[in-house]
């Protein structure tokens, strides 16, 4: 039994955490993204969750930097590889050759600044269908069992509250 609430209490406060961790993040302009391709192999793998500074200027940009923008509606994490007076040249570390269009400050959405390997293979499933019961299904459990556990800890103090009273009145 101790184990059973000791794995739920981990669990919680895994849960917890991370929530709070991403809102932390996400009220200060970083937001996470999966990455979808190979392109910046071998540093950024396929599946690698990015985060992105959204406050980042786009003035402050280097070359060598990796950065988010916006191309064709979707959502590119590339290097720059050359900075001119119309913009940057971008270039996925995995591709031969420079990316065909220019990030402006239009379409330049921030900077990465850090990244967890195989995360966003979790987030994916998440936001599956599968993955959003499985998901729901485990918080329903771990509220449904921590409710029952914790009724059963109540009645066990008020138990041990009512013998400690008896015991002074002895």
Same mark, same amino acid.
């Given at each position: 039994?101790?184990?059973?609430?000791?794995?739920?209490?981990?669990?919680?406060?895994?849960?917890?955490?991370?929530?709070?961790?991403f809102?932390?993040?996400?009220?200060?302009g970083?937001?996470?993204?999966v990455?979808l391709?190979?392109?910046?192999?071998?540093?950024?793998?396929?599946?690698?969750?990015?985060?992105?500074?959204?406050?980042?200027?786009?003035?402050?940009?280097?070359? @060598?930097?990796? *950065?988010? !923008?916006k191309?064709?509606?979707? +959502?590119?994490?590339?290097?720059?590889?050359?900075?001119?007076? #119309?913009?940057?040249?971008?270039k996925?570390?995995?591709?031969?050759?420079?990316?065909?269009?220019?990030?402006?400050?239009?379409?330049?959405?921030?900077?990465?600044?850090?990244?967890?390997?195989?995360?966003?293979?979790?987030?994916?499933?998440?936001?599956?269908? @599968?993955?959003? *019961?499985? !998901?729901?299904?485990?918080?329903? +459990?771990?509220?449904?069992t921590?409710?029952?556990?914790?009724? #059963?800890?109540?009645?066990?103090?008020?138990?041990?509250?009512?013998?400690?009273?008896?015991?002074?009145?002895?």
């Open positions: 039994m101790k184990i059973i609430k000791g794995l739920i209490n981990v669990l919680t406060t895994l849960i917890i955490v991370v929530g709070v961790i809102i932390g993040l996400y009220i200060c970083i937001t996470p993204y990455v391709s190979g392109s910046m192999e071998p540093t950024i793998k396929t599946g690698s969750l990015c985060f992105i500074n959204k406050h980042a200027k786009y003035e402050d940009t280097k070359e @060598k930097d990796i *950065i988010a !923008f191309s064709n509606g979707t +959502l590119v994490t590339h290097r720059v590889d050359e900075i001119n007076d #119309d913009g940057f040249v971008t996925g570390d995995n591709n031969d050759n420079q990316d065909g269009s220019l990030v402006t400050k239009d379409n330049f959405v921030g900077k990465n600044i850090f990244w967890i390997p195989k995360a966003g293979y979790v987030i994916k499933l998440i936001q599956s269908t @599968k993955g959003k *019961i499985i !998901f729901g299904t485990c918080v329903v +459990l771990l509220l449904a921590g409710l029952l556990f914790g009724e #059963d800890k109540k009645k066990k103090s008020k138990e041990e509250k009512e013998s400690l009273d008896e015991d002074k009145d002895k």
